[in-house]
């Protein structure tokens, strides 16, 4: 859902929703902090990112998350 929120790919309602959840979310506002940076950087470098190279770092990113949803061993 992030990553479809931050492409602008959710209807206005979702939008809100998201919106207010990352300003009460720590966890999920930071990811959406880094996600928003590394599109920047790549937008930055005016060069065409591969479809590949955008697959990893959204599975990148997701891996994060799984790792901070895990209880502490």
């Not at 602008?8 to 979702?14: L, N, P, S």
């Not at 919106?19 to 790549?42: D, F, P, Q, T, Y």
């Not at 891996?63 to 502490?72: R, S």
């Amino acid at each position: 859902m992030l990553q479809s929120f931050l492409d602008g790919e959710v209807d206005g309602i979702t939008v809100d929703k998201v919106e207010a959840h990352l300003e009460m979310c720590r966890r999920c506002g930071m990811e959406s902090e880094v996600h928003r940076e590394i599109k920047a950087s790549l937008t930055r470098t005016g060069q065409h990112v591969p479809e590949t190279t955008l697959r990893r770092l959204r599975r990148f990113g997701e891996e994060l998350t799984a790792a901070n949803d895990e209880p502490d061993a």
